[in-house]
């Protein structure tokens, strides 16, 4: 079983700009689509964005279109997800997955999560 493993959170002021990464265990890491999600206290996972496994497409919420990429590079067996003109309610714990599809809203698929990274925007 692939086992992912995130950084990059902190505290980042509003405005400002974050890079996470999610290195991957394993050489199949090329053979899942990856996600990454946030979950915010008292708050349901929220599916932020999806990539293929060739990175070919990619799909968002809305709330992050335009201020978040995700890309992969499988190579390094890592996902990452650039997160700019970050805002307070972007604050939550954020979490790589790995699935079958890069369109798994709802994490049905996935085969595997990350232990989540704390990412908190404020002032």
């Known amino acids: 079983q692939v086992h992912l493993a995130e950084a990059g959170g902190g505290l980042v002021q509003p405005g400002g700009s974050l890079r996470l990464s999610c290195q991957a265990s394993?050489?199949?890491?090329?053979?899942?689509?990856m996600l990454w999600f946030r979950q915010a206290p008292g708050k349901e996972r929220e599916f932020l964005a999806g990539?293929?496994?060739?990175?070919?497409?990619?799909d968002y919420t809305d709330s992050v279109k335009g201020r978040f990429t995700i890309s992969r590079d499988n190579a390094k067996n890592t996902v990452y997800l650039q997160m700019s003109s970050l805002k307070p309610e972007d604050t939550a714990v954020y979490y790589c997955?790995?699935?079958?599809?890069?369109?798994?809203?709802?994490?049905?698929?996935?085969?595997?999560w990350g232990q989540g990274t704390q990412v908190t925007v404020s002032s």
């Open positions: 394993e050489r199949t890491f090329g053979d899942y689509a």
């Open positions: 990539i293929s496994w060739d990175a070919d497409n990619t």
């Open positions: 997955a790995a699935s079958q599809y890069h369109t798994d809203y709802i994490g049905a698929r996935v085969k595997a």
